[in-house]
C-alpha cells in the first residue's frame, strides 16, 4: 500500500498536538501505577520502567509479571507464516500468556495507532514494522525506549541506541529481486545487470505488481541509475512489453510460480524462496543493490501489559524468534548476505522525504507502465 505524502504530513502536524492531549489526560504512566513485579524487581517508579530495568533478576521478574498479566497485544507489518508461527512457538512455550495481533501494512498500522492515541488508549505492547512507520511512531511519542539483552552484540547501524536502551532494534529483512520460473527461463538468460531487463531476451516474459513492492523497485532503478537514465530505462522496460499486475508482491510470486509469467524483477526474496522450498519451479536472484526492507521491534510507552510485551520482544529478538524468521527467509539484516543492498532509511533521514519520493515513485509507476 502507498504510504501517501498527505498522510505523513498530517501526522507530523498532529504530533504536538497528540502529545499534548497524552500529557493533560494523564494517559502516560504514574507512580500508581506501579506493579508489584517492578517493584519486586527494584524497578520503581512507572508501570512501564519493566521495559529498562536491567538486574540480575530481570528475566525473573519479567516473567512473573507477564504470567500476572496473561496477555498482550502485538502490532505487525509482517505477513503471512511468519505471524502464525511466531505467536504459536510462543504461546506453546508460555502457556499462560495469550498473543493478540493486529497485522496491517505500515502507514495503516500508524494510523490506527494515531486514532489509538487521539482516543487516550494505544492498544498494542509491541510494535514491529518498517520505514518510515518506525520513525513516524517515535515522532509520535508512541514508543519507549528499552533495554533488550541482544542488543549489545548488534551494530548501530540496526537500532537507535540511548545509553544501554534501544528506541528500535531490526529483527528481519527482506529483499526485493528477480523471480524466475525455472521451466520458462534458463539460467543463462538471467539479467546481471539492471540494463539486461530491457534486452531482447526479456521481450514479454515480465510482470510486475502496483502494490509497494513495485514502487520500491522504481525508486531502487533510479536510485542506481539516477533520475535520467533511470527513466529512460523504465521506458524500455516498458516498450519491452512488460505486464503490469494489479496485485502484491506475494502474488507476482504465486503467479510467475505457476507459469502464468516467466520471470519479474521486484519480486522479495522470501517469498520466492518459500515457494521454492514447497517445491514450486521458481528460484531469485539479486540485481544488485537489491533494495532491503528492514523490520524493527518497538515498545510502546502506553503498554498496558508492559510485562508480557518484553518477555515478548525478547522472544522475537532471541535466538527462537528469529530462527522462525530465518526458516521462513526473513533473515536479521547484521547477518551476511552474498549480494549488495541498497536501504532507502540510509537515504532517507527525514520520513516526510521518503514518503514524497515514495509517492512520486507511485507515480510513475502509473505514468510509465500504466499508461498507453
Known sequence: MQVSRKFVRIITLLVVLITL??????????????????????????????????????????????????????????????????????????????????????????????????ADRVEADVFETTPPGVSLLKNLGATAPFFSPYAADISERWKDPEGDLVHMLADRASYVGFAYNTNLLD??????????????EMEGKLALPTSGTGVRWIGN????????????????IKDNDITLEAVSGAAIADLIASGEHAAGPAVYRNHALALKESGAPIDWVPIEPSVANIGYVMM??????????????????????????????????????SFDIWIPGETYDDPIDFADDFERWNDMLDEIFAGS
Not at 517508579?45 to 525473573?60: F, H, M, P, V
Not at 536510485?223 to 521506458?235: A, C, M, P, R
Open 21 to 118: 492531549i497524552i500529557l493533560n489526560s494523564g494517559c502516560g504512566s504514574s507512580d500508581s501505577d506501579v506493579t508489584s513485579t517492578t517493584v519486586a524487581a527494584g524497578a520503581e517508579g512507572s508501570k512501564t520502567a519493566i521495559l529498562t530495568y536491567q538486574g540480575d533478576d530481570r528475566e525473573e521478574a519479567i516473567l512473573k509479571g507477564a504470567r500476572e498479566e496473561g496477555t498482550m497485544t502485538w502490532y505487525t507489518s509482517l505477513a503471512g507464516a511468519v505471524v502464525a508461527r511466531t505467536t504459536a512457538a510462543f504461546e506453546k512455550k508460555y502457556p499462560e500468556i495469550s498473543v493478540k495481533v493486529f497485522r496491517a501494512s505500515s502507514n495503516t498500522l500508524v494510523s490506527r495507532v494515531l486514532q489509538e492515541l487521539s
Open 187 to 200: 539460467k543463462s538468460q538471467l539479467p546481471e545487470t539492471w540494463d539486461d531487463l530491457a534486452s531482447p
Open 221 to 236: 532503478v533510479l536510485f542506481v541509475k539516477g533520475e535520467e537514465e533511470g527513466l529512460q530505462l523504465l521506458q524500455d
Open 300 to 337: 510502546s510507552k502506553t503498554a498496558r501489559h508492559p510485562n508480557a510485551g518484553m518477555l515478548f520482544a525478547d522472544f522475537l529478538l532471541g535466538p527462537e524468534g528469529m530462527a522462525i524468521k530465518e526458516g521462513l527467509f526473513y533473515p536479521p539484516p547484521y547477518r551476511d548476505i
